[in-house]
Structures are given as structure tokens and as C-alpha cells.
């Protein structure tokens, strides 16, 4: 049984773990936009909803935003199995409760930046008696966006780092195919890992870079 690093292992095993990175680009694209239009709905219903809706829509992202995510996918797979649907797929599952997950913080960043708008910007509106749907579309959410652009992006990448949560369901990600070739061959943890960390280090670095970047342009902005 190997011990060590093999290089004729990794370049065994790349393939396999090429496969996998490729479904976790495939789940966050999926669930980041699950995370964005509906963090973006929740934040308006809080804003401009019923205050009924808005204190429900808050308790569930309350319960969401502070229970573990790892427990809400196991919750989420379970009762879908049960009672729901059990053909529905472990990507679609899976992919459908991070994008809720982050959308509970992908909402807070939106709720700042709607909250950052100068009263005078709502009430210029209200004194041009424009409709809601002027007023959303042509004041607040052009800027709320300039100012919630950069943390909103932030979520998404780190969302991108807890995809391989799902492994815990099946999804055939990185974490999954370095485990399943351990389990046919006996060895290639230490290279499947090492190559997972690696893919993920060269996607999130250069993007979480760019960030900072658009970040420090957007506040420079707003004076």
C-alpha cells in the first residue's frame, strides 16, 4: 500500500479530479444564481413587503443564516427522499440549499446597500410621485448595487469553497472522486486532495483578487 506521494498517481487520478472540478463549477454556477435573484427578492419583500411577509421571510433566513449548512443539506436530501420526489438528483438538491444558504447572506449584503441610500434619494422620488416600480428599478437598485457588487461576490466565492459539502449526498465533486479512487485503488488520498486544494487555490485566488480590486474601485466611487 503507498504511503507517500506518487507522481504517476496524480497524474492517475487528475482526470478524475478534473471531472469533479467541473461539477462544482457547474453547482456554483446554479446556486449562485439562486443565491443572488433570491437574496435579491428577499431584501425587497423585508424593504417594500407586507410586514407580515417581511418578519416571516426574516425568520427563515434567521433559522437559514445560523444553523449549519452541512445539516441543512442532510435535512433538505432526507425529506426529499422521503417525501417529496426520491428520483430528484443529489446536484439539483444539493445545488438548490447552498443557493438558500448563501442567499440569507447575499440578502444582508443587498439590505446594506438599499440601507446606504441617502433618505433624500427616496424622497426626491416620493416628491416626483413616481411609480414603485420606477422608483426600484430606476433609483434604488442601480445604486444599491454599486454598493453591495463587490460583498455580494465575496459570498459567491465563498460558496464556491463549500461545495464540496455535498459530497455528503453524492454529488461527484473533487472530494468525492479522490474518495472514490482510494476506494477502488487503495491510495491516492494525499494526491487527490493535494490536487483538489490546488484547483480550488487557482480558481478563488485570482477571482477573490479581482474582488478586492472592483471593492476598493466601488468605494472610491460613492465620493
Not at 64 to 89: F, G, H, K, M
Not at 182 to 192: K, L, N
Amino acid at each position: 500500500m503507498q504511503t507517500g506521494w506518487s507522481n504517476e498517481t496524480a497524474r492517475e487520478i487528475f482526470p478524475a479530479m478534473w471531472d469533479g472540478f467541473i461539477v462544482v463549477l457547474q453547482v456554483t454556477v446554479v446556486a449562485g444564481l439562486i443565491a443572488v435573484l433570491l437574496g435579491l427578492l428577499v431584501a425587497v419583500v423585508q424593504r417594500v413587503g407586507h410586514p407580515a411577509a417581511g418578519r416571516t421571510v426574516n425568520a427563515v433566513m434567521q433559522f437559514v443564516r445560523n444553523t449549519p449548512l452541512l445539516v441543512q443539506v442532510l435535512l433538505v436530501w432526507t425529506a426529499t427522499s422521503l417525501y417529496i420526489n426520491p428520483d430528484w438528483s443529489a446536484f439539483a438538491v444539493g445545488s438548490a440549499v447552498l443557493g438558500v444558504h448563501y442567499a440569507s447572506y447575499t440578502a444582508e449584503s443587498y439590505r446594506a446597500g438599499i440601507e446606504a441610500i441617502p433618505v433624500g434619494q427616496w424622497e426626491a422620488a416620493t416628491a416626483l410621485s413616481l411609480p414603485t416600480h420606477r422608483v426600484w428599478g430606476a433609483v434604488i437598485l442601480p445604486q444599491m448595487m454599486r454598493r453591495s457588487t463587490a460583498a455580494v461576490a465575496n459570498w459567491i466565492i465563498a460558496m464556491f469553497k463549500e461545495v464540496p459539502t455535498l459530497f455528503i449526498i453524492g454529488v461527484l465533486e473533487m472530494i468525492s472522486q479522490a474518495q472514490k479512487y482510494q476506494g477502488q485503488h487503495y491510495t491516492g488520498a494525499v494526491e487527490g486532495y493535494t490536487i483538489a486544494g490546488l484547483l480550488f487555490l487557482a480558481a478563488s485566488y485570482p477571482v477573490a483578487v479581482a474582488m478586492r480590486r472592483l471593492e476598493n474601485r466601488l468605494a472610491k466611487s460613492h465620493y
